[in-house]
């Protein structure tokens, strides 16, 4: 079992070291100490490489040189120097599913290139799938009277994996960045490469003509012998509404495709009715039942789980589920959530602001927003109350820039943020928290701490333990075993326990209180 911790930095919105509102390379440089005291191993940077930023950098026009909104290559490489310094790893984000429009091969086939147009799907005829970003899937493309396949933003042509000429082109990429000492790898929606063929009309969305397609475990292995296999490398794969059976396969223990695997269904607990666009709904039976599947399938056939709570994609945890009514509550909520998450099974994954408790943004217009998924969503909805909707589940949310300390904009540029600094920064910053032994951040220090030096807690068996109102797991090896008892509600529970080796609140051996946690030596 892999014994690390990553860092996220999304670096738009990380350190602006240029004054233009957005972060960059050398702002990242700059806090890695920050980052190393906080005890990652690994950080993985979201994508800066040129891109016309449709989507904040995941449409990709160059996949082998840095946008000059982040800085340049030698910026990189001395960000590679000085990693090094520290014992941090860098995991670098790799957008291969899809390119921007705007990328040479793209351009080659819109000016009647043949052998590029085989790079992507151009095809007669458009079928019923539904972009993940709202509206079709298709765009038309009037000059040759045919449609492109874009499962995200019509800027987002995915890529045509059946043609050996992409996947060679693919490896050269991922051969770059490894040469230049990258040693982790983050494989953006990698199961969605392999697609039916031909594509025909669905019976709902489309998921189930492209998602853990045909080929995406062979087209996995020969990625994975083609670039990384022979190097210690990190690999995580962002799995789009994927399942058990086919996450054994990515991250099996022989190697053979990926470390390990992001699955999503956790934070869909408070999708109603499997709507991402709802509020107020928070479904915990469903969140402990899919613990235990998830947690005791992969620990069963020894496979490497990911534990997360949050990333650019997802609105703040800390702000999500049963809300807290309190400052004192709110502190409880962010230690429970972090210790019932990271002493589970697998290699954690911990993004930029969750380790301070950031909150979602306090944004009163539409006009705040950036995002594009947010503001197609919010020309789609016909719900009255879309603006609340959207400021509940927006990507913005994870978005606005770090909260250092509480000078001018957080302390993140000393220009005009490229997305408005939430607010409640003067309260809630790097800054404030880490002179306080009390504070998130100071919790999260202590508790990657104690994970890395608990072996038990590393690689040991976990078993689910099943309570009305309680989330309770016990992980065990040899004759070493805790129990973690985490309260997700803002009401006290009545629970019998002794032998408190760490909690978020004075222990009293009867009862959890709101968002209280314990961990037990057995
Ligand atoms: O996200 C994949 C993805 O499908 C989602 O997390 C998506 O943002 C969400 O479902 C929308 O409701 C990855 C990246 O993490 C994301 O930032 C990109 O926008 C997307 O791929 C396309 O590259």
Known sequence: MINNFVYQIYPRSFNDTTGNGIGDINGIIEKLSYIKDLGADYIWITPFFVSPQNDNGYDIANYLEIDPLFGTMSNFDTLVEECKKYGLKIMLDMVLNHTSTEHEWFKKAMSGDKEYQD???????????????????????????????????????????????????????????????????????????????????????????????????????????????????????????????????????????????????????DYKDGDKWTRDFFDFKMLKELFKDWQEAFCEADVNDSLFWSNHDQPRIASRFVKAKTEAEQLRKNKMLAASMYLMRGVSFIFQGEEIGMLNCDYTSINDFSDVESINYYNLLTDPDKLEIIKEKSRDNSRTPMQWDNSLNSGFTTGKPWLKVNSNYETINVGVEKNDPNSTLSFYKELIKFKKENMTLVSGNIKFIDHEELLIYTRSSNDDSYTVVSNYFDHEVKYEYNNVIMSNFDANSTTIPSFGFVVIKN
């Open 119 to 269: 790079f992507y799907f151009f095809q007669d005829d458009k079928v019923n799938w539904e972009s993940k970003f709202g509206g079709n899937a298709f765009e038309y493309v009037e000059e040759f009277n045919k449609y492109y396949l874009h499962l995200f933003d019509k800027t987002q042509a995915d890529l045509n994996w059946e043609n050996e000429k992409v996947r060679a082109e693919i490896y050269n990429v991922v051969n770059f960045w490894l040469d230049k000492g990258v040693e982790g790898l983050r494989f953006d929606v990698i199961n969605l490469i392999s697609k039916k063929h031909p594509f025909v009309n669905s019976e709902s969305i489309g998921k189930e003509q492209y998602t853990d397609g045909p080929r995406v475990h062979e087209f996995l292995k020969e990625l994975n012998k083609n670039t990384f296999g022979k190097k210690e490398v990190l690999t995580v794969g962002e799995m789009s509404s994927t399942d058990i059976t086919n996450c054994k396969k990515y991250a099996n223990s022989n190697m053979e495709e990926l470390s390990t695997v992001f699955h999503f269904h956790h934070l869909k607990v």
